[in-house]
């Protein structure tokens, strides 16, 4: 017996193929594959509608730079000449200018052009949604209604479940992927979008934007792309469905580069470490960062995404808080000392809320 079903929703086909079985006991198993698919096609992302729609919300914040400003004056003739490119698959990514800034570490960022960015917008706003339909509920980077606090009271909801409201040891496993950024691997990146976009022209427009930067032969992404955000995402969502199902990972956070597995037994965190190297290096040819692998008590404190947690309260990191009162006596608007105010909130804080105050009127 051999059946097929489907159901289509705005930005995916789901088709599941049902395989009938005779077991031992004479009755009947079937089993169900399901593969997710995207629907939307080349010619709706190169769409002139869909790069004007791109154009709106690109612009935002930005109509006063130079390289923007320019792009506007000749804005349909730009749009239409990026349309026809695109449609004659003559496109070409153009290249990047690149910066450092330290927030906290040094990065390079690489800016691309007006009309490269606007591209990459035209894209994202399609392919976006499908595919955060398929990223698992705790991976909390670049997502919209996600983010770093959000990301911080999931870490707490998590600690008092394995901890049973304090009473038990939480042991935490928290790593980091080094150079993550410089180290995606643009054929397997390649790979896992053909698994869910049967366009081979989205595939074509993907790969002049993927090669169009690299770090190093075949490999990196650069910092600063909206694609590169999704496409991280993408890449690293087959390390957390691994970790999810093949690792049977109840406990698990991922932001970025930084992820931390959470359980009562310290003996069963140890013997995930193996596992989870091995398939970010034969896989995805990603390495963990070999001095930022930690498995800790939270009773000890556990640095997580800027803030130290130990069992019934958070601190802020030491180096965050310095930076904080650095940038605090640098720049002293209303917006910056808002924001701050409003990071400590998220923490046990009070002293140091009193001290910014405090700093502010002086």
Known sequence: MFGRYSCQSLYA?????????????????????????FRHNFEEIISIENILEAWKEFVKGKRNKKDVREFYSGLMDNILELHSDLENQIYQHGGYKAFRINDPKPRSIHKASVRDRLLHRAVYRVLYLFFDKIFISDSFSCRNDKGTHKALNRFRSFTYKVSKNNTKTCWVLKCDIRKFFENINHDILLEILNKYIPDKNIIWLFEKIIRGFSSKPNTGLPLGNLTSQLLVNIYMNEFDQFVRHKLKVKYYIRYADDFVVMSGNRDWLER???????FLSDKLELKIHPDKIFLKTLASGIDFLGWVYFLDHRILRTTTRKRMLRRLRESQTSETLNSYLGLLKHGNTKKLEKMVLERAIM
């Open 13 to 37: 086909e789901i088709n599941f193929w049902s395989i009938g079985k005779t077991a031992l006991g004479g009755g009947r198993r079937r089993i169900f594959f399901m593969k997710i698919v």
């Open 272 to 278: 995930q470490i193996e596992p989870i190297k091995g």
